[in-house]
């Protein structure tokens, strides 16, 4: 079975830093680039914050270009998403999700595997 396990949530005081983890399963990683979503509270889901694609690259929406990191380690078939400088407007359910060979940010349509979420909360 095909298993996104999203991690790492929690509360965390404006300005302070959160990594997430999103470990995979059922599915060949290295076919896949995993991007992270995030919903907040009455919202859509967004798009993707940033890829991770299958050849190593990396994107970041301009929304948090500078303050996530993305990174992979295919070893361990495990995403993260280090999340610094965070914000009360960070506030959202995170997800991870899996595109086959996606080279661009995309939207939730793009995007095959979902993980079930984790939320984190930013206090001001």
């Known amino acids: 079975d095909v298993q996104l396990q999203a991690s790492g949530g929690g509360l965390v005081q404006a300005g302070g830093s959160l990594r997430l983890s999103c470990a995979a399963s059922?599915?060949?990683?290295?076919?896949?680039?995993i991007g992270w979503f995030r919903q907040a509270p009455g919202k859509e889901r967004e798009g993707a914050l940033c890829?991770?694609?299958?050849?190593?690259?990396?994107y970041y929406a301009d929304s948090v270009k500078g303050r996530f990191t993305c990174s992979s380690d295919n070893a361990k078939n495990t995403v993260y998403l280090q999340m610094n400088s965070l914000k009360p407007e960070d506030t959202a359910v995170y997800y991870c999700?899996?595109?086959?060979?996606?080279?661009?940010?995309?939207?939730?349509?793009?995007?095959?595997?979902w993980g079930q979420g984790t939320q984190v909360t930013v206090s001001s």
């Open positions: 999700a899996a595109g086959v060979n996606l080279d661009y940010l995309g939207v939730p349509y793009d995007y095959d595997y």
């Open positions: 059922g599915f060949t990683f290295d076919d896949y680039a």
């Open positions: 890829i991770s694609s299958s050849d190593g690259s990396t």
